[in-house]
Nanobody, 115 residues
Framework: QVQFVESGGGLVQPGGSLRLSCAAS????????MGWYRQAPGKQRELAAV???????NYADSVKGRFTISRDNAKNSVYLQMNSLQPEDTAVYYC?????????WGQGTQVTVSS
């Protein structure tokens, strides 16, 4: 059974930084992609950033230049460095992995940007 351990969320002031971490376990097949989606109150879940097997990356336009995604394949882990955070970044951030042909999600970690 695939499980995720997410950490790094919290409360930060506008302009501040946070680093999200996610470690996956119980994996028997190759991980093709890992990343982070986010869901703000009253809105649909959206992609924040994803990193693929060849280390290519995709970012939401709203986070480009501020967020950086990275992964450690040996640890089945993915990280999201978030800088220059703004109130509109407030959301639950969900770790994501595509393993073989299946998509898996973590339980989410809250990020709140407020003064």
């Amino acid at each position: 059974q695939v499980q995720f351990v997410e950490s790094g969320g919290g409360l930060v002031q506008p302009g501040g930084s946070l680093r999200l971490s996610c470690a996956a376990s119980g994996i028997s097949f190759r991980i093709y992609s890992m990343g982070w989606y986010r869901q703000a109150p009253g809105k649909q879940r959206e992609l924040a950033a994803v990193i693929n097997a060849g280390d290519s990356t995709n970012y939401a336009d709203s986070v480009k230049g501020r967020f950086t995604i990275s992964r450690d394949n040996a640890k089945n882990s993915v990280y999201l460095q978030m800088n220059s955070l703004q109130p509109e970044d407030t959301a639950v951030y969900y770790c994501y992995a595509r393993i073989a042909t299946m998509d898996y999600w973590g339980q989410g970690t809250q990020v709140t940007v407020s003064s």
